[in-house]
């Protein structure tokens, strides 16, 4: 009978009995005085209790009065007849807990298998297999909940998703389960509440590591290779952590220039200017005791609208605050307002600047957590590399990228060797574009140009050997990608002087090639540039690195520099417009 009844149990609780009738029916096995606890049947006892059964009986007669449904009458006469000897049964919480833990696991393979359920919650089907899986071979038949209770772990994290914004993510993407779920839920409740934290929390550790936008989508130059989590290794890490809100919140950037930037967004936010920036039409330069009907609008944005009667006078109070708002700009403070502090004062909203942060702290996770000890930073916008070891950058340069209609890729990859006096292999773009239309209307074009056209059955190639006019100048530095571009030298080194330098086909062209080789590959006094330089006019020669660099083609329009100023470079792909609207943020 007590088989019978912990089956009944299983079979009742999956998904309206709570917990607390199941500690109750438990229990009532060993409380109610009308139920007598008997041990299993052998032969002494049920020859001392039903004095008429027979004397023998075979293993198959036994198990029959225990399968049969006729009830047995048990008067309390016989009660006080010979004495049932009683074999103790285990304590009942010990098999409550068990049968919890069934049925709670059977509770948790039930959500998975209703479809219904799956697209509510949406699980993808990937997911619904591993996670399907991580919960069957689990410890526990629920990750955050336990007892009838969230464990300190999912308060953590509960926390960590609500605050999502600190990070630029929204927290709207991170749906909660009830934090008040009762003690008393179903089983089915508590599971489908767990299983919906654990998605949260695995969608809130993909988007940290920059799985918010199909960068497909973006653009087919933007190929980060992007370190997405698996659902198992997500719930595993955090779950387990002392800290799992802390353990959550690690999987965003850990580069220093992210966190500078997620500094700027707290500080935006938490200054909340009273004014918004107002937009002021175009007029004469202001100086103190002036009239303009502008005035209202710069009185408005300082707070200064209850001063004097005449709101249009362009007065001392209202100089001294244009004063302190140029100083704050880097602008002369001179309190006279001209078009440069018109056009300051008109600048982005709060809500644009938030955007524009953002934006760039959604690139930050493009990249590698681990970007190396040492490596390559090319920011293209800024028209800069650097070569960082540890925090300290130990040489930079000015570098000339891709032209809007010839972008250069954004993405990392590994630079293996270098090649001296290389010779240029026009790619198949550049053929297209610009070699074939040339050739087609001009037959000596090639000649003129010291290109050698090589026939290799149907196709043409095109190539132009080493020496002073060649495109890639006298090194070139490999790091083997889809795109097909790299670091180069070039021969014409007066574009470095150009402001804005977007003028390559893509590929990235240095300005001290010989430098850079030097910091690359002479760290050991080896490959200094003296020897590198005295192998040009030698032949082609490839020289391999001993120590694999990373390079990183990086995109930022915004950056904090070394001294904690913002710098901003323009947006020259259009790829700020681009991320902000793949993140429905403010234009």
Not at 53 to 65: G, H, V, W
Not at 146 to 168: F, I, N, Y
Not at 466 to 488: C, I, S, T
Request: overall charge neutral; glycine content about 6%.
């Amino acid at each position: 009978m007590r088989g019978l009844r912990k089956t009944a149990l299983w079979l009742g609780l999956i998904g309206s009995v709570s917990l607390l009738p199941l500690a109750a029916l438990a229990e009532d096995a060993g409380t109610r005085p009308d139920v007598v606890q008997t041990a299993p049947a052998e032969p002494s006892f049920h020859d001392a209790a039903v004095p008429d059964a027979p004397a023998e009986q075979d293993t198959a007669s036994q198990a029959i009065p225990l399968l049969e449904p006729a009830p047995v009458t048990v008067e309390a006469a016989d009660l006080k007849a010979p004495p049932v000897i009683d074999i103790p049964l285990p304590d009942a919480a010990p098999v409550t807990a068990l049968m919890q833990a069934d049925v709670f696991r059977m509770a948790v393979e039930g959500l998975f298998a209703d479809e219904a359920a799956m697209r509510d919650l949406r699980v993808s089907g990937k997911d619904r297999d591993a996670l399907s899986a991580y919960y069957a071979q689990a410890e526990r038949p629920l990750v955050w909940a336990q007892d009838g209770a969230w464990s300190p772990a999912a308060r953590g994290v509960m926390e960590r998703l609500k605050a999502a914004d600190e990070d630029g993510l929204d927290p709207a993407d991170y749906a909660l389960p009830d934090r008040g779920l009762r003690k008393d839920a179903t089983p089915a409740q508590w599971a489908r509440a767990d299983v919906k934290l654990s998605l949260s929390v695995i969608r809130y550790a993909r988007d940290a590591r920059g799985g918010r936008i199909d960068l497909a989508r973006l653009s087919p130059l933007v190929t980060p290779k992007l370190d997405l989590p698996s659902a198992p290794d997500v719930l595993s890490r955090v779950s387990s952590a002392g800290d799992a809100g802390g353990a959550l919140e690690a999987y965003n950037p850990p580069h220093p220039g992210y966190k500078a930037l997620k500094e700027r967004l707290a500080k935006l936010r938490e200054s909340h200017p009273s004014q918004p920036s107002v937009r002021l039409p175009r007029g004469p330069t202001l100086r103190v005791g002036m009239k303009d009907p502008r005035v209202p609008l710069i009185r408005a944005r300082f707070n200064l609208v209850k001063d004097p009667d005449d709101q249009t006078v362009y007065d001392e109070r209202v100089a001294s605050a244009v004063a302190a708002f140029q100083k704050e700009k880097g602008l002369p403070d001179t309190g006279v307002l001209n078009a440069q502090t018109i056009a300051a004062l008109s600048g982005p909203s709060v809500a644009q600047r938030q955007s524009d942060l953002i934006t760039n702290m959604e690139r930050w996770r493009w990249l590698p957590a681990d970007l190396g000890q040492r490596h390559i930073m090319v920011n293209v916008p800024e028209y800069r590399l650097q070569v960082v070891d540890g925090r300290a950058i130990v040489h930079q340069t000015r570098v000339i990228v891709g032209k809007e209609q010839s972008q250069t890729p954004i993405f990392s990859e590994t630079m293996k060797y270098l090649v001296i006096n290389p010779s240029w292999t026009i790619p198949p773009s550049i053929m297209k574009k610009e070699i074939l239309p040339a050739l087609a209307s001009d037959p000596y074009y090639a000649a003129r140009k010291g290109y050698k056209i090589i026939r290799r059955g149907d196709r043409i190639v095109v190539q132009q050997p080493p020496g002073e006019r060649n495109a890639l100048g006298f090194v070139k530095f490999m790091f083997p990608n889809q795109h097909a571009v790299y670091l180069h030298d070039t021969p014409n080194r007066t574009l470095f002087s150009a402001s804005k330098r977007a003028f390559s086909h893509g590929c990235v062209r240095v300005e001290k090639p010989f430098e850079l080789a030097e910091e690359i590959m002479g760290r050991d006094g080896k490959w200094t540039e003296e020897r590198l330089r005295g192998l040009i006019g030698k032949g082609e020669r490839t020289v391999q690195l001993t120590n694999p660099l990373p390079v990183h083609l990086t995109y930022f329009t915004l950056a904090v520099d070394e001294k904690g100023e913002v710098k901003r470079f323009d947006d020259i792909y259009g790829l700020d417009r681009k991320v902000r609207a793949a993140l429905n943020l403010s234009e």
